[in-house]
Each structure stands twice: as C-alpha cells, then as structure tokens.
C-alpha cells in the first residue's frame, strides 16, 4: 500500500473489528455502580475467583472514575459476565454491566479528523527532516552538550526522589514518620542522599541491542527499517532511516542497509498496522564489544505455508553467508515468526535458529556472558559495568551475605556480585535466560551462583529458605513497571533481609514498589519497612531522557541506629 492509496481500513475506524486477530475492545463491558473505595486487585478477585469470570482485562479509564470496562475472549463470556454481574451487590454497593462500545482504532480517527479540517498530515513542523523527527523521538538530547544532558538528567532524579518523599510522608506514622521528616529536612527534600550521577567515557554507539521496525517512509513506497516517527495514535505509521543516530553502532547500520535491500527485492511487503495485511515487521540487532552480532528477522506469516516460510529462512541464511549480506559479519542469525495475539490469548511467536552461532558472547567486567536471543541484558555494556560497581559498593556484601538476584536474566548482577558474596541465587522468568546464566557461571569458573525459572512472586520465598547465611540482601531489577506486589510482600517479610538495592530504568514507575517497601507495619504489609538511605544516577542512555536510578534501602531500624552514631 503507496502512501497515496486509501484502504477501506483506513476509511473505517472500527474495521479492525471484523479482523481474525484478538482484541480486548471486541468483548467489552461497562460496569457502573461500584463503591468510592476499592481495590484493582480486590475487583479482579470479585470477577475471577468469587464469580469465576474469565477476564482478560480489567482497565478504568481514568484514576478515581466510578466505572471501569473489562474485557472478555468471546462472546460467550461476555454474556456471562452481564448476567453474573447485573444486581450484584459488592461492598453495599450494586453493580450494573452491559455491552460496551468499542474503542475507534486511534490512527484512523486521527486520520479522519484531519481530513475533516482538510489539512494533509505533514506534522505542524513540516520544515524538519525525516532524518531530525528520528533524532526527536529517539535520541531527543542530541544536540544538547553531554555535561548539559547529566545535569538536566540529576535534576530529574532529584525531581522523582522529592515527589517519592511526599508520597512516603503521607502514608508513613510514629518512628517512620520522625525519620523521613529528618531525612527531608537533611536531604533538602529528598528522603536520602543523592550521590553524583555517573557516566562513561563511550557516549556514542553504545547500544547493544536495538528493536528495528520494518515499515514505509513517509512520502515513498518503499521498505525502511528504523523507528517510527511518531505514535499510532498520533496518525502515523511512516518509519524513518537510522543513518545519523549516534547511539547505534555502525555495524547495525550496516546490517539493516543490507536488510533493506533483500526486503525490497523480496515478494514480500512490509507489515501495515492499520489493517495488519503484509509480513516483514521487526529485525532485531545483538551487538558485542568483541565483535559479534546476532540478527533476528521478524515476520508476521499471514497464511504462508510452512514450506514458503523455510524456503524465506534458507534465502536469509544464503543471503548473511555468501551473498550481499556477507559484508554486515554477522554471526548468529534467527528467524522469528511474529503472530498477533489470538482469542485464546496464545501469541504464536516463536523463534529459530538459522545460522552461525546459537547466541553471542559478551564480556563485562573480566567475566564472559552468553546471550540468547530472548535473554535479557543491559544494553550500554560499558555502561553496565558501572551500574554494576555502583550496585556493589551500595550492597556492602561480604562471604557472609546471601545475595538475591532478582529479575536475574543471563545472571549478569548475580556473578558480578559472586566473588563479593558468600552465594547468590538467581530468579528470572525466561528459561532461556537461565540456561545462559549456569552456562555463564560454569564458564567463569563460580560455584557459589544458583538459578531458578519461575514468576519472582511464586518461587521467592522457597528461595530464600535456601540462603544459609544470616544475612541476606537483594538486588531487584525489574522490568519498567516494577516488581509483583506478592514478592513485594515476601521482601518485607524476610527477617534476614538487610538491604536492599533497586534498580530502576524508570524511577516514576517504581515510586509505587518504593513506598510500598517503607510502608510502616500492618497486616498487609508484615515486616520492617525497608527505607531509602542513598541514592545514585547511572546514565545509561546517552542523548536520550532516560538514565537508571539505584536506592540502597536498609530496615528502619538500621537506619536509624545509623542516623544516631552518625
């Protein structure tokens, strides 16, 4: 589809209706009547385990609104669901549900909008080149001094501490509540020291990993792979070339420009979001300081046959080896078959190997590190040793401490922290992931590292019946939305726990975890709160708005006795 073409997608906001693909908006409820006060997590109990509801999303569409929607997989359950829920009373309140209009789809509102005011969609700054509208949504400090930009970014932490200090003010009483306010008045602000943010030397082409979209430019009718311009629902689907970023290195540039050209002469079309007709969608880039470069070429199959599907691989794997893409060095090739969710709510990605390497290897801070495809690991390497360091000198481990890594991925933090600690176990979700940490410890020769598969809520308390040593601290890397509330909970209750140290790419989004960890006592919240007592910035991401936050947070009481002596 030309960027001149209109498609009947694009004309229909509510066409994505009538599409085979899964979502929540088909199956929707409004529920009305609920009582001022609740819970998320008690109304989601209400609908799954008292009424046996089988939801796939609860969401309000707003804080503080007295009605929420929730969605269904069928039709089937839906109906159920209004008649189980019609006249039931939950908190001496009664509740109403019926059928709920669909969303339109955001892009082809936008679209529709702007051709009622006709006016083209060339942004208001149309004088800006493709090529500076990639800088501005990737890399938005790239003009911007580096001194300049670790300045703003302190300035930003100091912004999010002071607001976690309010929020930690109000929920906190009795000795809780005498120590923050010391710590404010002592901190200016904040509930605990702020140390210098740090940094590395290598501000350019430090990203190791990046996610490629494959897409159309914005005024021609051929395949790109960059990044979006800008959002979906800010009516635009055009994808703009990656040559002048400076955080990527020049060897993915490399092997996107090849890309591009074997995607181009293929029969294949990109990916189209709005109608979701097309294949290629995604290539994602490993990268490692010694030289290795895995690829991953994402394709939505549509209805390929299978013998096409290996037939596109075995063309992939001639092209990389003896073709025009020998000259990209790739060294670890996969193939990944990328469906969009279905009813059942399986998503049909899977990922195989194609050629060279099964994964890559990177080495960080004198240990060797295997990477798979789906792992997770740091993406500023360079940067990643200093977060590392950072997190060990807040740690304070010793061979008497036992030391949880959790949201472990291929076990990075856990052995860096090994020759510190007396043993480290491991959590993570993805099994890959730590099938790539026992090979890392076996090649790094430790032997006091163990792993485990599982959700942190449900396996991190048998874990730490494991630790033997008396005194046990954690490090918690979560993904952006923070850790479970269960293993919050299994945290807090954790007597031997000492300190605890939080790393987050998303300091906003933790500030919930952070307060709930410094709650005083109740019986939801069993256990000494576990307070902030030092904070450090790590930037990670130059040119862009983001850098890691670390707090080093210890038992109340800790603190206080600290406080004292000091």
Not at 251 to 259: E, F, H, Q, R
Not at 536 to 558: G, I
Request: proline share 5%.
């Amino acid at each position: 589809m030309t960027s001149n073409e209109s498609t009947e997608a694009e004309k229909n906001p509510y066409a994505y209706l009538d599409r085979d693909d899964f979502t929540s908006e088909k199956y929707k409820i409004e529920i009305r009547g609920l009582p001022k006060y609740y819970g998320i997590g008690e109304f989601k109990k209400l609908l799954n385990e008292k009424l046996e509801l089988q939801t796939c999303k609860v969401k309000p569409p707003r804080k503080g609104s007295g009605w929420l929607y929730v969605s269904f997989r069928s039709e089937e359950n839906r109906q159920k669901a209004i008649e189980k829920l019609n006249g039931t009373l939950w908190k001496n309140s009664k509740l109403t549900a019926q059928i709920a209009k669909p969303a339109p789809d955001p892009f082809v509102k936008r679209k529709l909008e702007e051709n009622a005011n006709k006016r083209l969609k060339t942004d208001d700054n149309e004088h800006i080149s493709i090529e500076d509208k990639v800088k501005s949504t990737t890399i938005p400090l790239w003009n911007t001094p580096y001194p300049d930009q670790l300045e703003l970014k302190q300035k930003e932490m100091k912004s999010i501490l002071t607001n976690i200090c309010k929020q930690m003010l109000r929920e906190s009483k009795g000795d809780l509540l005498d120590w923050l306010n010391y710590q404010k008045d002592k901190y200016q602000g904040i509930p605990c020291e702020l140390l210098p943010i740090l940094s590395t030397e290598k501000t350019t082409e430090y990203r190791n990993k990046c996610e490629f979209t494959v897409g159309r430019s914005n005024n021609e009718d051929k395949a790109v792979i960059g990044f979006r311009l800008s959002s979906y629902a800010a009516g635009s689907t055009a994808v703009g070339p990656i040559d002048d970023l400076c955080h990527i290195p020049s060897k993915m540039k490399t092997v996107v420009k090849v890309l591009e050209e074997f995607i181009r002469n293929s029969d294949l079309k990109p990916f189209q979001p709005v109608d979701h007709s097309g294949h290629w969608r995604q290539v994602t880039a490993r990268a490692t300081l010694s030289g290795d470069l895995m690829v991953m070429v994402g394709i939505h199959p549509q209805d390929l046959p299978s013998d096409k599907l290996e037939e596109l691989k075995s063309q992939l794997k001639d092209f990389f080896e003896t073709g025009n893409g020998a000259e990209a060095g790739v060294t670890s090739l996969h193939f990944q078959v990328m469906n969009k969710k279905s009813v059942d709510g399986e998503t049909g990605d899977n990922i195989s190997h194609i050629a060279g390497s099964k994964y890559i290897e990177e080495t960080l801070l004198g240990m060797k590190f295997r990477v798979s495809p789906q792992a997770f690991f740091q993406v500023n390497t360079l940067g990643a040793e200093v977060l590392y360091k950072a997190a060990i000198d807040l740690a304070k481990p010793s061979s008497d401490t036992a030391l949880l890594d959790i949201c472990c991925g291929t076990g990075t933090i856990g052995l860096v922290f090994s020759k510190h600690c007396g043993e480290v176990f491991g959590l993570e979700l993805v099994e890959d992931a730590i099938k790539d940490a026992r090979e890392n410890a076996v090649a790094n020769n430790v032997t006091n590292c163990e792993f485990f598969v599982g959700k942190a809520e449900d396996i991190l308390y048998p874990v730490i019946r494991r630790a033997t040593k008396q005194d046990i601290v954690a490090v918690v890397d979560p993904p952006r939305a923070g850790l479970h509330h269960r293993a919050l909970l299994t945290l807090r209750k954790a007597r031997k726990l000492s300190r605890l140290v939080y790393v987050s790419c998303d300091p906003k989004a933790a500030a919930r975890n952070l307060v709930d960890l410094a709650r005083p006592p109740s019986k939801q919240y069993v256990g000494e709160p576990l307070v902030p007592v030092k904070a450090v910035a790590v930037d990670m991401f130059p040119h862009t708005k983001h850098c890691e936050l670390l707090l080093c947070l210890e038992r109340l009481s800790v603190a206080m006795k600290e406080r004292e002596s000091s």
